[in-house]
C-alpha cells in the first residue's frame, strides 16, 4: 500500500495547471457545445499496460470545477493497469469534467509513466539486494508527486533537495580542494541526523574517502569490474551508490556486484507518458 500525498501539497499543482488550460475565458468549446446543467459520466482507462500514479491529481482537477462530482476509484496507485480496463469512474457536469480532462490526464499521464519505468527497473534488479532510487533530475514544480510515483513503481527516493543530506560531488571537491578534505569538513559541519554521501570516479579517490569515514560513497560511472571490486574493498564501511551509465540493459550486471544502491536519472527524466483515456461510459 503507498502511502498517498496529502491533498494539500497537490492541489495548488493542479489549480495552476487548470488556470494556466483555462486562460482568460475557460473553455470556450463546452460553453458553446454544452448545457449548462449536462452531467457526464466517464472511465480513465490505460491504453497500453502501466503502473498507476496520479489518481489524486485526477480527482482534485474534477473536484476543482466541480465540487458536486463523483470520483469513483476501481484501482489505487501502485497497481497495474490493464489495458481498456477502468481503474476511475466520475460522474459530475459535463462542461467541467471535459474542462478539466486534458489537466487530468496530464498528470496522470506523466506519473503513470514514471512509476510504469520505475517498475521495470525494480523488475529487472529482483533478486539482488540493490534498491532502485531516483535523483534530483525532476520536472521543476513537480519534484514531489514525480518521487511520489517513483514510489508507486517500487522505488526508493533519494534527497529530495538541497537541505536534507550533503552530497559532495565533483565540482566540490574541486572547489575545495580534494575528497579526503571535502569529507572532513562535511563531517564537522552534519548535525547527528544528517548523512554525508561523497561522489568518487575511481577506486583511488574510494580509498580516501573511507579513510573519512562517510555515510554513503557514490561510484560515478564506474565499469561493472570496478564496481565488484568497490564492493570488496569498501567491506560494508559505508553504503555503496552505483551511478551513471546505468540503464534497463545494464541495471541487472551493476546490481549483480553487490552495491546497495544504483540511482536512476531516467526515472524521472526520462519516462514516456502513460497513454491514458477518459472515455465516456
Not at 142 to 163: P, T, W
Request: hydrophobic residues 50%; aromatic residues 4%.
Amino acid at each position: 500500500m503507498i502511502e498517498p500525498l496529502p491533498d494539500l501539497l497537490i492541489d495548488p499543482v493542479v489549480r495552476a495547471a487548470l488556470a494556466e488550460d483555462l486562460g482568460r475565458a475557460g473553455d470556450v468549446t463546452a460553453q458553446a457545445c454544452i448545457d449548462a446543467d449536462a452531467r457526464f459520466t466517464a472511465v480513465f482507462a490505460a491504453r497500453k499496460a502501466g503502473v498507476i500514479s496520479g489518481l489524486a491529481c485526477a480527482r482534485l482537477a474534477v473536484l476543482a470545477l466541480d465540487p458536486s462530482a463523483r470520483f469513483e476509484v476501481l484501482a489505487a496507485d501502485g497497481d497495474s493497469a490493464g489495458v481498456r480496463v477502468p481503474f476511475a469512474r466520475v460522474e459530475a457536469n459535463a462542461r467541467a469534467l471535459l474542462s478539466a480532462e486534458r489537466t487530468a490526464l496530464n498528470l496522470l499521464g506523466r506519473l503513470s509513466g514514471v512509476a510504469t519505468l520505475t517498475r521495470a527497473y525494480v523488475d529487472a534488479v529482483a533478486g539482488t539486494r540493490a534498491r532502485i532510487v531516483d535523483t534530483r533530475k525532476t520536472t521543476p514544480g513537480l519534484r514531489h508527486l514525480e518521487k511520489y510515483a517513483v514510489r508507486c513503481g517500487g522505488g526508493v527516493n533519494h534527497r529530495f533537495g538541497l537541505d536534507d543530506a550533503i552530497l559532495i560531488k565533483d565540482n566540490h571537491i574541486a572547489a575545495c580542494g580534494g575528497v579526503g578534505q571535502a569529507v572532513r569538513r562535511a563531517r564537522s559541519f552534519a548535525g547527528h541526523l544528517m548523512k554525508v554521501e561523497v561522489e568518487v570516479d575511481g577506486l583511488d579517490q574510494l580509498e580516501e574517502a573511507l579513510a573519512e569515514r562517510p555515510d554513503v560513497v557514490m561510484l560515478d560511472n564506474f565499469t561493472v569490474a570496478d564496481l565488484a571490486r568497490a564492493v570488496e574493498v569498501t567491506a560494508g564501511r559505508a553504503v555503496l551508490e552505483a551511478s551513471g551509465g546505468v540503464n534497463l540493459d545494464t541495471v541487472a550486471a551493476i546490481a549483480a556486484t553487490g552495491v546497495d544502491v544504483i540511482s536512476v536519472g531516467a526515472l524521472t527524466h526520462s519516462a514516456p507518458v502513460l497513454d491514458i483515456g477518459l472515455d465516456a461510459a
